[in-house]
């Protein structure tokens, strides 16, 4: 599961475009339909909840369709916060150096501020994946610290799901290329509008129902794991035998998830996968990477990591070593994992054949590990735990959290209890 | 002097539209000139300074060129907030009623941190002047109520310049097809901009240069009216014979400001006016208004009130008299005057003929008073001092500052000092 919008992954590989299914419903339809699946299922808004939106300046449209749903839901306020990847860009033009450590904690106060006060917030992921490509990493990687810092006291609570959440995506024309450069900007923009309305299930008669049938089956799924209480998990296949531990009282979800306050909302929009918290000191062997990971602007692929006791203690990459160790030595945990999740080869992500270059849909094609911050939410009883008692239990800590995709038709995966191994996934099928 | 960007005028008249100047410069020269000159000389930022600015989505190619100009200036981080005339429209047409009681505090209160802890302010005038027009006025004044009272402390900080800010203004296309309801939408769009230009200073050789000296006039005009230490103003003129008494310790301004931490800034490009805080319980007589007044979508004309010991006893409008009704009973200062301002009629903005319908132009054609709220820079020694003592020298508080013209070719102006008169101006023009 993500909870910030960055886009984190990409790949160099022409996609192989899967011809996508015309529907009965025009581009404006869709777009409605996105919008009331953003609001009923992804934060089942609630009336008089204020809400909070961030998009890109091309992704008006989209926030419009929300706004009238969100309204018509009840909502008393909704606030979206536009951001314009052209006067991003001009600070890495022209700013002083010094400017890379400040980030508006003002406003990042206000918006932890708003969510204790009961607002939903709602991310759009878009925009150019490449933004930052070629501007100087110390600078990325500064300005991503303050922010991230700043940001904590929000995404806090967010992780907890102390108020109802979800991300959505928008296309745009520069994204769309990226994924399709085969074709025309304008097919390319429709072949990605297509592929997100169709992952996110609003070209189906009725979307709502589709959403509570599909929200049922990974409820059932991940009921079935937390029956099983595993111990670990184990991965093999090539370049991969790892044994990942789970955290002690570790809860698997995916699909719905339950906030705080009772309030049934869906986080991310498409969905397909299963997870929970690993053990952060208990993860030992070999893993690679089985697409590339793209971070803020860099791609980072053929990856190889080695973990002694839940660190990583050796990394290499084919291509971004340099990006690779810079996010290992974010902070302390930005070297173990905070999230395990299983999403069966057969996903209609995975089929699709399109790689979006997008965690929001990237992730849900391929059973994936993440770098660095945990869900509290995948742990049980954790009222009035401090950060120390929920370390102590396995839960990471970190200001980032970097997902990454391990996950093939070649991989299995066994449940491991008292020593003893139960197949979970061949050739990346559920057994 | 407004320190709002709400548009608050109108006329319905057709405006004259001279035929306006072409100069040598491109179009994407003159906006980087905009952007220049609000940096430098409407914010005067300072290195380090974080800076806030607020737009209409329209708005975003000059906001891109304040965001370059303010990061060369040494900016530390621009943050823009865009608002979305579609979304706010959407509130009206789907919220519930209680909504409109709602405003995000979170944010305003957010804001008034950025600018205590040393942020600029930029705000953006545009967006369509008859947004609201068919609204229900209810929800129109509740949500404005519940806005300005979220906003009181972010606006105290900008009406005592505890920091540095500017209103400087970007063209659309609905607000230029209502200034130029006779050119097409493209030559609308054109000859708002060049308005905006022209009136903005910025298709001169040297902009910088030229706001210096213009400044340097204003500075002589206001220094002489601070010398003269008159009691009250008297205006007289068709439908107009008032007393306006002036604040204890009124200072006069016009141009650059001085914040409290030392920083010079012109808070209103373009500017032509020299104003003052008047007595709030020292005015007495009648005046009329002289343009029409429009306030959120509505249009007021044909105003002329009587005031009694400051307080306005009589209110008629020949149109638009229920909404005068409940601008004047919005809060206990809202029936009392905060501002008087002196603006020749030869200003050039008065003689261009054309009526913006957006106050920071339309102020700057004709001399005229705001209901409402009074500027404390606007008088002397007030460190220290508390809203009643600031009340008792004669300085109006309230949650409005609707500014109204009453200026014109046939309105003569005196000083008045120990019962004896003064000439100030004669038929609209200095004397």
């Not at 979206?80 to 150096?97: V, W």
Request: with cysteine; glycine share 8%; net charge negative.
């Amino acid at each position: 599961m993500i909870y910030a919008h960055f886009i984190s992954h990409i790949s160099t590989k022409n996609p192989e475009c899967n011809t996508v299914s015309q529907t009965e419903f025009s581009h404006e339809q869709l777009l409605d339909r996105l919008g009331e699946v953003a609001v009923r299922i992804g934060l089942n808004l609630v009336p008089q909840q204020q809400l909070l939106i961030t998009a890109s300046l091309d992704a008006a449209p989209l926030v419009r369709r929300i706004t009238e749903h969100a309204y018509r839901a009840g909502a008393s306020l909704v606030t979206t916060f536009f951001n314009d990847d052209e006067t991003t860009l001009a600070r890495y033009q022209y700013a002083s150096p010094e400017s890379f450590d400040v980030a508006n904690e003002w406003l990042a106060d206000g918006i932890a501020r708003a969510y204790r006060e009961g607002a939903a917030r709602l991310a759009i992921t878009g925009g150019n994946p490449t933004l930052l490509k070629g501007q100087n990493p110390d600078y990325i990687q500064r300005s991503s610290k303050a922010s991230s810092k700043a940001n904590r006291p929000a995404m806090e609570i967010i992780t907890q799901f102390a108020t109802n959440w979800t991300i959505v995506a928008a296309a745009n024309a520069i994204w769309a290329q990226q994924v399709f450069p085969d074709l025309s900007e304008e097919d390319a923009l429709k072949a990605l509008w297509q592929g997100i309305f169709t992952s996110s299930r609003v070209d189906t008669q009725d979307p709502i129902a589709t959403w509570k049938n599909h929200n049922k089956q990974l409820h059932a799924r991940s009921s079935q794991l937390n029956e099983q209480r595993f111990d670990a998990l184990a991965f093999k296949g090539p370049g991969t035998d790892i044994t990942i531990g789970l955290a002690d009282g570790h809860l698997w979800a995916g699909g719905a998830e339950e906030t705080k306050s009772g309030i049934i909302c869906n986080p991310n929009i498409p969905t397909e996968e299963v997870f929970t918290t690993p053990h952060c000191t208990r993860v030992d062997g070999v893993i690679s990477s089985t697409k590339p990971l793209f971070h803020q602007g860099s791609l980072i692929d053929g990856i190889q990591v080695h973990f002694k006791e839940g660190k990583i203690i050796e990394a290499h990459a084919s291509q971004g070593q340099n990006v690779l160790e810079r996010i290992l030595d974010t902070d302390e945990g930005s070297r173990r994992i905070g999230e395990v999740a299983l999403v069966p080869h057969s996903s209609p992500i995975s089929q699709s054949g399109i790689l979006y270059r997008n965690t929001l849909f990237d992730e849900n094609a391929s059973s994936h590990i993440a770098l660095g911050q945990s869900y509290t939410k995948c742990l049980s009883d954790t009222d009035g735990q401090n950060e120390d008692q929920l370390l102590r239990r396995g839960a990471n800590q970190s200001m980032i959290h970097i997902d990454w995709m391990v996950g093939s038709g070649q991989i299995d995966v066994d449940g491991i209890k008292n020593g003893q191994s139960y197949p979970l996934m061949r050739q990346g099928e559920w057994v």
